[in-house]
């Protein structure tokens, strides 16, 4: 079958290895000179099933309220915009705030998560594909102690669903990584996710592109789509600046441009960009910089080893399709980073950039079938896009493919938002 991806970010760029594999005639379209230069080029670079909680649950109102006008806020809503498109994501983000709901989502969220681990663990093995990936699981720390409390009983539920997750004190933490050593005696505990990994999403994508057109995988760089026709009930071909391509089947995965894509053929995504930043700083200490990924709570920052550089990355900014950077926004990552790891390198020189997760208001991406026939949705990762990049590909491929994906889909598609 001829199958069109849209986009040649990190998760087209995997549901194209995939549908590869499994003997499809592949065409990947994207805008930008080469793959994953938009939201997949400089993100946390956490292979995360551990952070499958979504952000609305029932203490997120509050905190949000008490962020709210502070300029250094991990997250910030910019309520006082007039985006209709920002209220309407903002009150199924509010109907997805009490405690039943947040455990749905975590199990649908972890479902993909954990099962697209183990994929790229198989596609590593397969190609031997490197992008400085660590395999040394992800250590989450915590200040506060009613955090840390809560963390502990969110780590039941995720035991449950499958994650193993262990509860550390602050002296083991510290024995796990001791670039810790700064903060040591201000931790409340840790929790310790084994199995998780790290990389670099960029490197990962463009290596994965080069298998791609190994297998025969046509790209179409430097090509923007500009729109979709349709021809008796089915998607026919895609209108591009460089002219009209046609294919079979189509995967739409555009990351936060999809909805704009996707109502010109009545398709409504509730997907909103968030904006968030990292700082990419070279290591001239290594004894000062973590080997392991580490998460910090209370700030809401992530940091990969990346070979010998260091990528801090997070904060979100709910602002539009705005990738203007604020030194402020920007700030925030680089201090806090030098706070939690000084001596590690030169954050004053850290390359900085920032990018717009997709995300949907239960912070499940929405995979699947729509009601067009031959149209298929693999966006709204939101902020585990790289997690949940292979294991999203491979269930895509499935679909299209006709054969059952591995894990179950139900609760995954577009069609959840009829009823919320
Ligand atoms: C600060 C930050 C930290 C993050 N940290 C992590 C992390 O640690 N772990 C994790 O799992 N995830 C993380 N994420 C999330 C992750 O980066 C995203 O979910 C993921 O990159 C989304 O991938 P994508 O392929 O869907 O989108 P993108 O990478 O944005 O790809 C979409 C592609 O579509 C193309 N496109 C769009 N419109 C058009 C058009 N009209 N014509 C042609 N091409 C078009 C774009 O050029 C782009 O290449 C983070 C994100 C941010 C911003």
Redesign the pocket.
């Not at 793959?35 to 995360?48: D, I, K, P």
């Given at each position: 079958m001829k199958v069109l991806v849209?986009?040649?970010?990190?998760?087209?760029?995997a549901s194209a290895w995939y549908l590869a594999k499994a003997g499809h005639d592949v065409t990947v379209?994207?805008?930008?000179p080469a793959?994953?230069?938009?939201?997949?080029?400089?993100?946390?670079?956490?292979?995360?099933p551990c952070?499958a909680e979504p952000w609305a649950n029932p203490s997120t109102p509050k905190t949000a309220l008490k962020w709210m006008g502070r300029e250094d806020a991990p997250l910030a809503f910019r309520w006082q915009r007039w985006d209709p498109a920002l209220w309407a994501w903002g009150m199924r983000f509010l109907l997805n705030c009490t405690a039943a709901r947040a455990r749905i989502n975590t199990d649908r969220t972890l479902r993909v998560a954990i099962y697209s681990r183990a994929c790229l663990q198989s596609l590593r093995a397969e190609t031997g594909i490197d992008y400085d990936q660590k395999t040394l699981g992800i250590l989450h720390v915590y200040r506060d102690p009613h955090s840390f409390e809560h963390a502990v009983a969110a780590s039941d539920l995720m035991t449950r669903l499958g994650l193993v997750r262990q509860v550390r004190s602050a002296d083991e933490a510290l024995a796990l990584e001791p670039a810790l050593a700064a903060v040591h005696a201000e931790l409340a505990g840790a929790i310790f996710t084994p199995g998780d990994e790290?990389g670099d999403?960029h490197r990962f994508?463009q290596n994965l592109a080069r298998l791609c057109a190994e297998k025969g995988v046509a790209f179409h760089y430097g090509?923007?789509?500009?729109g979709l026709e349709m021809e008796a009930g089915r998607l026919a071909a895609v209108a591009?600046d460089k002219g009209r391509l046609r294919a079979d089947a189509f995967v739409m995965?555009?990351?936060?441009?999809?909805p704009?894509?996707a109502r010109q053929v009545g398709l409504a995504l509730p997907i909103y960009p968030?904006?968030?930043?990292?700082a990419t700083v070279a290591v001239t200490d290594p004894a000062k910089a973590p080997r392991i990924a580490i998460t910090d709570d209370e700030h809401k920052l992530?940091y990969?080893r990346l070979g010998d550089r260091l990528r801090c990355?997070?904060?979100?900014e709910l602002a539009g399709w705005n990738l203007q950077m604020s030194p402020a926004r920007a700030a925030i990552v680089t201090g806090q980073s030098r706070a939690l790891f000084p001596g590690a390198g030169d954050f004053d020189k850290a390359d900085l950039?920032?990018?717009?997760?997709?995300v949907t208001p239960d912070s499940v991406p929405i995979l699947g079938r729509t009601r067009i026939d031959n149209l298929f949705l693999?966006?709204?990762?939101?902020?585990?896009?790289?997690?949940?990049?292979c294991g999203s590909g491979r269930v895509l491929a499935d679909l299209i493919s006709g054969r059952p994906p591995d894990i179950d889909m139900s609760g995954l598609g577009l069609e959840r938002f009829a009823l919320a």
């Open positions: 849209l986009g040649a970010g990190v998760v087209g760029v379209i994207d805008r930008q793959a994953g230069l938009e939201t997949s080029f400089a993100n946390g670079g956490q292979v995360s952070h790290s999403a994508t090509t923007s789509i500009l591009t995965a555009l990351g936060s441009w999809s704009k894509l968030a904006k968030g930043y990292s992530v990969s990355a997070g904060t979100a950039w920032c990018g717009l997760r997709p693999n966006t709204g990762h939101g902020t585990l896009g790289w997690t949940m990049s």
